[in-house]
C-alpha cells in the first residue's frame, strides 16, 4: 500500500504583512496541491491523504473554496481523501456542505462521518473528522472498535495534538498517543503542526506543504508512506513540495567585523528570490557599524522575497571615534553623550533607553554621516 | 579710551568754531534744550572717529552746516593707555587728518585716520567706513535707546572675544541649531506647533488607518461571531428537530389522543340515554298534567252553565225600562232641532238687509267724489292741449346751441385774424376835398374828409375818371385762414338755413324760452299725477266718473229708491239691523248646547239597551253551547271518568322517574364529560403545536442556513483574518512612527536642552555685570538672553517675552543692557565711553532716580556721557557738566 501524507494547506490564509507580495504566497499554497498530484503519480501512490486544515478558514469566499478542488481535478487518478481539521470542522451547511453542494468528482472524497474506508482490498482508512473547532474527547477513540478484515491495513487519519503543549486549562482536539497500539493502526496519518514531526515509527505529522510562518518548517513538505502489508512497519520518504522557503537565523553581533560575513553567509542560502527570511540580531554595534549594517540590510531586503529583522536585542555602543564623528566638543558632542549615558543607564526604563539609542543613531546619521558626505 | 575734550566748527548748526568743555571720568551730562546741537556733536564724534576725512557720504554731507563754504572740521582729544591723543579731522572742503599724540603730530590724512583705528582697536569694513566695534553697541544715537543692542558682527566679535577670554567659546551651537531645524522640519510634518496632530501627516496616517482596521476587524468580527452563533443555533435547532421528529413520543402522543377519544364517545352516548329517559319522563309529566286539566275543564263548564243561566233571567227583567228611556230622549231632542231651524231662517233674511244697505252706503260716499274727479279731468285736459301746442313749435325751430357755439367760434376767430392782419397790413390814408366828393370811389364806398382803413385785401381807388389805384397787400397766411373760416361759418348758416349768426342766437333764445314753458306744463301733469303723456289719465279720469255713476243707479235699483239717502240715515239703519241680528246668533248658541247634551243622553240610553239585548244573546249562546257539550244529564258520568284518567298518568310518570334516576347513577357526569373533552381538546393541542414548532423550526432551519451559506460565500472567515492582519500591521506602523516622533523629540529637547546650558554659561559673563544693574531697577530679576545677544525676556516671578513689556521698561532694560557691556568690555580693558544721546525719555520719576544710580555705579569704572533737553529731570542725576562754548575768532 502506498498512498502520500499531507495536511495543513490552510487555502486561502492572508499574508497582509506582505503587501503586494500576499498573492503569490497565496498561488503557492495551492501550487502545492499541484505538486503533491504530480508527486503522487510520479512514486505511484493513488491516494493522497490529507488530515485536516484544507481551509485557513471555515468560511473561505466562493473562489478560494473551490480553488482546491479544481486543482485536485486535474489529476484524475488521484484519491483525495480530505479531512475537516480545527480550522475547517464540518458543521452543519458549514464549509463542508458548501462543498458537497459543488458535487465534487468521485476521486474526491470527503470524510465528515468516523466510519470505515475501504481505499482498496486490503487497506481501511479510519478518519477522524472533526465537527467543532475544539473537540474535548479523543476524536479517534472509535477507532479501536472499528471492524476491517482482519489481513487488512489500518490507516488512521486525523488531526489534532498528542500532547497539550499549552498546558493552560483543558486541551482541545487531544489524541491518545497509544492509539495506534489501541486501535492495531498500521500508521496514524496526523496534522495540526506545521512542522514534518514523527511522533512514533508509525505516526507522523506531515508539516504543511508550503510554509506560513517563520519558526516551523523551512521547507514545504509530504510524506510517502508506504507499508508492505497487515502489521509491516511504514516506509516514510519526505517529499519536498513548497515553493518558498521561511528561514529564521540568529546573529550575534560585537564590533560590526562580523557584518560582512553575516551577509555572505545569508546570500549563500540560496534561491534567495523565493526566500523569506527573519533575522533576530542581538549584541552591540558601534554606530557607525550599525548604519553600515542598515545600508547591508537595505541590500539584502532587496535580494529575499522578504526580509524581517528584529533588532529589539540589538544595542549601540558608541564609540569616541562615532562620539568624535558627531562632534569633538560643543553642543552636538554633549548632546550624544548625553543620550550614550541614558541608553547605558540601567535604572532607565527600557523605552526610553531604547528610544535615546534610536535618538543617538539618529543624531549619529544626520551629523557624522552628512559630515561625511560633505567631506566626500 | 576716556573723551577729555572736543570742538566743532562748520558742523551742523555750529558755524563758529565751539567747544564742549568739561569732561571727566565719571558720569558727563550736556543738558541743552532743543536744537541745542547735541545730536549733531553726537554725529560729529561718530564721524570724526570712524570715518576717513576725505569721505563725502550722505552722513559726512549731512553732518556739515549747509551752503557753508567753510570745511566741517571735528578735533576730538582723549586719553587712551595712559596717553593723550588728539584727532582734528576737515570733511568735504580742504580735507584733512592730524592725530597727534601728547601734542606731537605723529599721523597724517589717510595714515592719521588708520593710525586711529588701530588705536582703538576697530578695523576697516565694507565701504569706505570702519566697522565701530563695540562703540555701536555702546554709543546710543538719539532714538535708538529703546532698542535691544544689536551688535554688528565686529561687535558681536569684540563682544564675544571678551566673553570667550573668560567662559571659552560656545562651540557647534550653529550645527545644533541647524540639526534642531531639520528635526523640527520633520516632526512638523506629523505635529502641529503645539504638539497637536497635523492633518495628512504620517503620525495622523498611522492613527486613521489604525482606527479604520480596527474598525473593520471590529465589524469583521462581529459577523463571525454571528456566524459562530449562527452554527450553535443551527446545532441546538437540530437537535429540537430531531427530538421532534422522534417516531416513539409521537406514537405515544396519538395513543393517548385515541383512548381519550374513546372515553369520551362513550360518555357522550350515556348522556343520550338519559336525554331520552328524561323526555320520556317529561312526556309522562305531561300526560298527567292533561288528565288534571281535563278535569278541572269538565267542572270548570259545569259551574259555568248555572252561572250563565242565573245571569240570562237577571237581563231580561231589566231590558223593557231601557228602552222607554230611549224614546224619550229622542223626542226632547227633536224639538230643539226644529227651533233652531226658525232661527236660522230669520239670520238669513237680516244678513241681505244688511249687505243692500252696505252698498247704498257705498254709492253714497263716491257720489261725494266725483266732483273732485270732474275737476281734474278739465285741468288735465287743458294741460294736455298746451303741451301739443309747444311741442309744435319747439319743432320749427331747427338751430342748436352747438350750432351758435360753432358760429360764435368762427366769429372770434375771424375777429381775432382780421384784428392782426390790420395790424400788419398797410394803411390807406385818403383826405378827399369837398371838391372830391363822390369822386373817389374804394369799392362802392365813396369816402368824405378823412378816411382811413388798413388795406387787408386787394382795393382798387378810383378817382373819378381820372385814375383808378389797385392797392395789393402783400400775401399772409392769417388772411387765408381767416377766408377758410369765413367759408365754414357760410356753409354752416346756409346749412341752417339763416342769414347770419345774430339770427341763429334769436332763434336759441326763442327755443330755450319755448322749452322752458314745455318743463313748466310737464310739471303741471306730474302733479296731476299724470306720466308725459296724459291721454291714458284722461281716459282714466273719465272712466272713474262713469264708474260712480253706475254704482249709484246700481245701489238705488237694488234697494228700490230713487235717490240715495243721506249717509246718516242709513247709517242708523245698519246699526238697528246689526243689534237684531246679535240677539238671534245667542239664542241659537243656547240651543245648540241644549242639542248637543240631547244627543249624548240619547246616545247613552241606546247603548244602554242594545248592550243588555247583546249580553243577553251572548249568554243565551252560550248557555247552548255548554249544554251541547256537556249535557246535564251526562254530567256526573264525565266527572268520575275523568278522575280514574288522573290515577292513571300518576302512575306512569312515577315508573318512568325511576327508571331515569337508575341511568343516571351508572354514566359519566357533566364534569367528567368535561375533563374527557379537555383531555381530547389538550392532546390535540399538542399534537398541533408539535406540528406548528417542527413547521417554524425548519423554517428557522432554512434561514440561519441561508445566513450561513451567505457568509461562508462572502468569505467572512478570510475577511477577520485579513483585518487581524491588517490591524496589527497599522498597529506596528502606528508604534514605528510614534517611536520615530518620540525618538526625534527626545534628540531634538536633549540638543535644546545641551544649546540653552551652553549659552546659559556663555552668557554668563554678561549676566554677570548686568545683575547690579538688574538689581537697581527690578531687584531679583533675571534676564533671558538668546543667540547674538538678543533679549528674550525676563524673569521675575514669571517670565515675560521682552517685546510685551512697556516702553518705559524695554528701554530701560536695553540702556542697562549696553552699561553691562560697557562695564563688561571696561573689564578686558577696553574702556569705552558711554555715550546715550536723549534717553530715558518714557521713565517715571521713581524709575529714572534708579536709572541715575545705575548710571552712577556705570561711571565708576568708565566714562559715561549723557545727552540731555531735560534740564530739569536730569538734574538730580548729579556728575560733571559739560558746557558749549563758541569762540568767535578760530
Excluded at chain 1, 148 to 156: E, F
Excluded at chain 1, 262 to 286: A, V
Excluded at chain 2, 475 to 495: C, F, M, T, W, Y
Excluded at chain 2, 817 to 841: K, Y
Amino acid at each position: 500500500m502506498r498512498f502520500i501524507h499531507t495536511a495543513d494547506w490552510q487555502i486561502g490564509k492572508v499574508f497582509k504583512q506582505f503587501g503586494a507580495k500576499e498573492d503569490s504566497l497565496r498561488q503557492a499554497r495551492l501550487l502545492a496541491i499541484e505538486r503533491i498530484g504530480e508527486l503522487a503519480k510520479t512514486h505511484n501512490a493513488p491516494h493522497v491523504l490529507v488530515a485536516g486544515d484544507i481551509y485557513d478558514s471555515e468560511a473561505p469566499n466562493v473562489v478560494m473554496l473551490r480553488a482546491p478542488i479544481e486543482r485536485m481535478k486535474q489529476f484524475k487518478d488521484i484519491h483525495w481523501h480530505l479531512l475537516p481539521g480545527n480550522h475547517d470542522p464540518h458543521r452543519p451547511e458549514g464549509l463542508w456542505d458548501r462543498i458537497t453542494e459543488l458535487a465534487p468528482p468521485p476521486n474526491i472524497h470527503l470524510h465528515l462521518t468516523s466510519r470505515p474506508f475501504s481505499l482498496d482490498d486490503n487497506a481501511f482508512l479510519l478518519p477522524s473528522p472533526l465537527i467543532r473547532k475544539n473537540e474535548y474527547s479523543d476524536p479517534t477513540e472509535w477507532m479501536n472498535n472499528a471492524e476491517t478484515p482482519p489481513s487488512a491495513i489500518r490507516i488512521g487519519l486525523a488531526h489534532g495534538g498528542i500532547v497539550n503543549f499549552t498546558n493552560e486549562g483543558e486541551a482541545a482536539n487531544l489524541i491518545d498517543a497509544a492509539r495506534p497500539a489501541k486501535a492495531a493502526l498500521d500508521y496514524l496519518a496526523l496534522g495540526d503542526w506545521h512542522r514534518t514531526c514523527q511522533i512514533a515509527p508509525a505516526v507522523w505529522y506531515a508539516g504543511t506543504p508550503e510554509p506560513d510562518r517563520a519558526g516551523g518548517q523551512e521547507r514545504g513538505t509530504a510524506l510517502l508512506i508506504e507499508i508492505k502489508g497487515r502489521g509491516s512497519p511504514p516506509l516514510i520518504t519526505p517529499l519536498t513540495t513548497g515553493t518558498y522557503r521561511w528561514v529564521t537565523r540568529d546573529e550575534r553581533l560585537s564590533d560590526g567585523a562580523e557584518l560582512a560575513d553575516i551577509d555572505n553567509r545569508l546570500r549563500n542560502e540560496g534561491d534567495l528570490p523565493r526566500l523569506i527570511l527573519r533575522l533576530r540580531l542581538d549584541g552591540m554595534l558601534p554606530l557607525f557599524a550599525h548604519a553600515e549594517m542598515q545600508r547591508r540590510l537595505v541590500d539584502l531586503e532587496a535580494a529575499v522575497f522578504h526580509l524581517e529583522v528584529d533588532q529589539t536585542a540589538l544595542t549601540v555602543r558608541p564609540t569616541e571615534a562615532d562620539l568624535e564623528s558627531i562632534d569633538f566638543d560643543g553642543v552636538l558632542r554633549l548632546s550624544a553623550d548625553r543620550l550614550k549615558a541614558m541608553v547605558e543607564d540601567s535604572s532607565q526604563a527600557a523605552q526610553l533607553r531604547k528610544r535615546a539609542q534610536s535618538a543617538l543613531v539618529e543624531l549619529y546619521l544626520r551629523t557624522a554621516i552628512q559630515s561625511t558626505r560633505e567631506a566626500s | 579710551m576716556l573723551i577729555k575734550g572736543l570742538s566743532v566748527e562748520g558742523i551742523g548748526r555750529f558755524t563758529k568754531l565751539t567747544q564742549v568743555e568739561g569732561f571727566s571720568n565719571g558720569v558727563n551730562v550736556l543738558a541743552a534744550g532743543n536744537e541745542a546741537g547735541k545730536s549733531t556733536l553726537f554725529r560729529a564724534i561718530r564721524a570724526c572717529l570712524f570715518f576717513r576725512h576725505d569721505s563725502k557720504g550722505q552722513e559726512i554731507r549731512d553732518l556739515a552746516t549747509e551752503n557753508s563754504q567753510l570745511p566741517a572740521s571735528v578735533e576730538l582729544s582723549f586719553e587712551h593707555s595712559g596717553r593723550n591723543y588728539a584727532i582734528r579731522k576737515s570733511f568735504l572742503r580742504s580735507p584733512a587728518a592730524v592725530l597727534s599724540e601728547n601734542g606731537s603730530e605723529i599721523a597724517r590724512s589717510k595714515q592719521a585716520d588708520e593710525a586711529l583705528w588701530d588705536l582703538i582697536g576697530v578695523g576697516p569694513g565694507t565701504g569706505r567706513t570702519v566697522d565701530d566695534g563695540a562703540f555701536g553697541v555702546l554709543w546710543v544715537g538719539q532714538g535708538s535707546s529703546f532698542t535691544v543692542p544689536t551688535p554688528s558682527p565686529a561687535a558681536s566679535s569684540t563682544l564675544n572675544s571678551a566673553i570667550e577670554s573668560e567662559v571659552g567659546a560656545l562651540i557647534g551651537g550653529e550645527r545644533a541649531r541647524k540639526t534642531v531645524e531639520d528635526i523640527n522640519a520633520e516632526l512638523r510634518r506629523s505635529l502641529t506647533d503645539t504638539d497637536r496632530l497635523r492633518n495628512d501627516g504620517p503620525l495622523y496616517r498611522a492613527t486613521s488607518e489604525l482606527e479604520q482596521c480596527r474598525e473593520v476587524e471590529a465589524q469583521t468580527k462581529q459577523k463571525l461571531s454571528a456566524l459562530e452563533h449562527q452554527f450553535i443555533e443551527l446545532a441546538k435547532l437540530r437537535d429540537n428537530h430531531r427530538e421532534l421528529t422522534n417516531p416513539t413520543y409521537s406514537n405515544q402522543l396519538a395513543g393517548e389522543l385515541a383512548q381519550a377519544r374513546a372515553d369520551l364517545e362513550a360518555g357522550r352516548i350515556a348522556v343520550q340515554e338519559i336525554l331520552r329517559l328524561e323526555a320520556e319522563e317529561k312526556s309522562a309529566r305531561r300526560a298527567l298534567d292533561v288528565a288534571i286539566d281535563r278535569l278541572r275543564q269538565h267542572r270548570e263548564v259545569a259551574a259555568r252553565i248555572d252561572s250563565s243561566r242565573r245571569l240570562g233571567k237577571n237581563l231580561s227583567e231589566s231590558l223593557p225600562e231601557q228602552i222607554e228611556r230611549e224614546q224619550h230622549a229622542r223626542f226632547a231632542l227633536e224639538h230643539t232641532q226644529q227651533q233652531l231651524a226658525e232661527i236660522e231662517l230669520q239670520l238669513r233674511s237680516m244678513s241681505t238687509d244688511e249687505h243692500k244697505l252696505g252698498k247704498l252706503l257705498n254709492a253714497a260716499v263716491r257720489s261725494i267724489a266725483k266732483g273732485e274727479h270732474s275737476r281734474r279731468l278739465a285741468a288735465l285736459e287743458s294741460a294736455a292741449a298746451a303741451l301739443i301746442q309747444l311741442e309744435a313749435e319747439i319743432a320749427q325751430i331747427a338751430i342748436e346751441k352747438k350750432h351758435v357755439d360753432y358760429l360764435n367760434d368762427y366769429e372770434r376767430k375771424i375777429t381775432s385774424l382780421e384784428a392782426q392782419l390790420s395790424a400788419v397790413a398797410a394803411q390807406l390814408d385818403i383826405e378827399v376835398s369837398p371838391s372830391g366828393e363822390g369822386k373817389v370811389t374804394i369799392g362802392k364806398l365813396q369816402p368824405k374828409g378823412i378816411y382811413s382803413s388798413p388795406i387787408v385785401t386787394p382795393t382798387k381807388i378810383q378817382i373819378s375818371d381820372l385814375a383808378v389805384v389797385s392797392v395789393t397787400p402783400a400775401p399772409n397766411a392769417g388772411l387765408d385762414e381767416r377766408n377758410a373760416i369765413q367759408e365754414k361759418e357760410s356753409s354752416l348758416l346756409k346749412l341752417l338755413k339763416i342769414g347770419s349768426p345774430a339770427e341763429a342766437r334769436a332763434l336759441l333764445s326763442r327755443r330755450q324760452e319755448l322749452e322752458a314753458t314745455r318743463a313748466s306744463v310737464l310739471t303741471e301733469l306730474k302733479t296731476l299725477g299724470a306720466p308725459k303723456d296724459p291721454t291714458t289719465s284722461i281716459s282714466e279720469a273719465k272712466n272713474a266718473l262713469a264708474e260712480i255713476d253706475a254704482t249709484v243707479q246700481a245701489a238705488l235699483h237694488e234697494t228700490g229708491r230713487e235717490q240715495l239717502p243721506p249717509i246718516k240715515d242709513i247709517e242708523t239703519d245698519k246699526l238697528a239691523l246689526e243689534q237684531s241680528r246679535i240677539k238671534l246668533e245667542a239664542r241659537r248658541a243656547s240651543l245648540e248646547q241644549t242639542r248637543e247634551t240631547q244627543i249624548v243622553a240619547l246616545g247613552e240610553a241606546r247603548d244602554r239597551r242594545t248592550g243588555t239585548e247583546s249580553q243577553l244573546l251572548l249568554v243565551q249562546k252560550a248557555i247552548e253551547d255548554d249544554v251541547t257539550r256537556y249535557p246535564d244529564s251526562a254530567r256526573l258520568a264525565q266527572d268520575a271518568l275523568l278522575v280514574s284518567e288522573v290515577a292513571v298518568a300518576e302512575s306512569s310518570l312515577q315508573n318512568a322517574a325511576i327508571v331515569l334516576e337508575a341511568r343516571r347513577s351508572t354514566a359519566a357526569d357533566r364534569a367528567e364529560i368535561e375533563r374527557r373533552e379537555a383531555r381530547c381538546q389538550r392532546l390535540e393541542q399538542a399534537i398541533k403545536n408539535q406540528n406548528d414548532e417542527l413547521i417554524a423550526l425548519e423554517r428557522e432551519i432554512g434561514r440561519i442556513s441561508g445566513q450561513i451559506q451567505a457568509a461562508g460565500g462572502d468569505g467572512i472567515g478570510e475577511q477577520f483574518n485579513a483585518a487581524q492582519e491588517q490591524c496589527l500591521l497599522a498597529a506596528r506602523e502606528l508604534e514605528r512612527v510614534s517611536e520615530r516622533i518620540a525618538s526625534l523629540k527626545l534628540l531634538r529637547d536633549t540638543i535644546v536642552g545641551c544649546l540653552i546650558e551652553g549659552r546659559d554659561r556663555y552668557f554668563e559673563p554678561v549676566r554677570r555685570h548686568l545683575r547690579p544693574y538688574l538689581n537697581d531697577l527690578f531687584p531679583g530679576s533675571e534676564l533671558e538672553i538668546g543667540d547674538n545677544f538678543t533679549i528674550q525676556g525676563i524673569r521675575r516671578d514669571r517670565s515675560e517675552a521682552f517685546n510685551r513689556l512697556s516702553d518705559g521698561t524695554q528701554e530701560q532694560i536695553a540702556v542697562l543692557v549696553r552699561l553691562a557691556m560697557g562695564s563688561m568690555l571696561s573689564e578686558r580693558g577696553q574702556t569705552v565711553p558711554i555715550i546715550l544721546d536723549d534717553a530715558l525719555v518714557y521713565s517715571d520719576d521713581d524709575r529714572i532716580r534708579h536709572m541715575f544710580d545705575a548710571l552712577m555705579r556705570a561711571g565708576r569704572s568708565q566714562q559715561v556721557i549723557i545727552l540731555t533737553c531735560r534740564m530739569r529731570t536730569f538734574a538730580p542725576l548729579g556728575g560733571n557738566t559739560l558746557r558749549l562754548h563758541t569762540l568767535e575768532t578760530h
